[in-house]
Nanobody, 120 residues
Framework: QVQLVESGGGLVQAGGSLRLSCAASGSIFSINGMDWYRQAPGNQRELVAA???????NYADSVKGRFTISRDNAKNTVYLQMNSLKPEDTAVYYC??????????????WGQGTQVTVSS
């Protein structure tokens, strides 16, 4: 089994910063893509940022220039640095990863989510 554990959420004022972390553990051979999603009340879960094993990144238009995704492959950890936060960034943030548990076998895993609240 594989577990993804997020940390770093909390309450921050508009214009502030937070850094989310997500550490994967368990039966891991390697990890391919790692992503951050978010879901606000009444909204669908949306992709915020994605990073490949090689470090290529992709961002939602709403966070470009403010958020930065990065990863440490040696630690099986992905990060999301969030700057210039806005009230509309308020949501539960979920970590997601495509984990290879055995060569040739890749599975999708989700973290439990961490709340980010931005006050105006």
């Amino acid at each position: 089994q594989v577990q993804l554990v997020e940390s770093g959420g909390g309450l921050v004022q508009a214009g502030g910063s937070l850094r989310l972390s997500c550490a994967a553990s368990g039966s891991i051979f390697s990890i391919n893509g790692m992503d951050w999603y978010r879901q606000a009340p009444g909204n669908q879960r949306e992709l915020v940022a994605a990073i490949t094993r090689g470090g290529s990144t992709n961002y939602a238009d709403s966070v470009k220039g403010r958020f930065t995704i990065s990863r440490d492959n040696a630690k099986n950890t992905v990060y999301l640095q969030m700057n210039s936060l806005k009230p509309e960034d308020t949501a539960v943030y979920y970590c997601h990863a495509f984990v290879v548990t055995t060569p040739g076998y890749e599975y999708s895993y989700w973290g439990q989510g961490t709340q980010v609240t931005v006050s105006s």
